[in-house]
């Protein structure tokens, strides 16, 4: 039988956490030291998490809510919002097979059960995934040649 789990992911959970900047480098070429540094320094305070989903023990995805992602910087009039589903990522090999959204709503859940009214994310990628689980679309914007849509979800 088939047993998924959702942990958590602690600043101290080193193992994960390598694990997990392994695998955004090798999908997003985001170094190894910045994913440690971002996930070690989440802020339960500010309703900020990474979780992990496993499937019969073994990691296959992962995603979490931030209060700052890399689209901010580019556009600061974005920083009126805060919760930002990120970084959600799935094996290459488990994809397609709902697992994505799987982990999603688990954060959403997660997300709903600290207080959270609203979330947001942005994606150039996963649109029809993102609307399938009920997200709106705010706007729509193009950067460095991508069609990015910024979405929010009513919780």
Known sequence: MTHFNYQLVK????DIITVIANWYLNEWNIPVAATVEKIKKLSADKHEFQFLMTLDHQPIATGGLYNHVGLLDKEPRLNVYENWLALVYTLPGMRGKGFGA???NHIQDHAKTLGL????L???TAENLYKRLGWQQLERLALGGKDIVVMRKQL
């Open 11 to 14: 600043p101290d959970d080193d």
């Open 102 to 104: 799987f982990i999603c």
């Open 122 to 124: 942005f994606t150039h």
């Open 117 to 120: 009214k609203d979330i947001y």
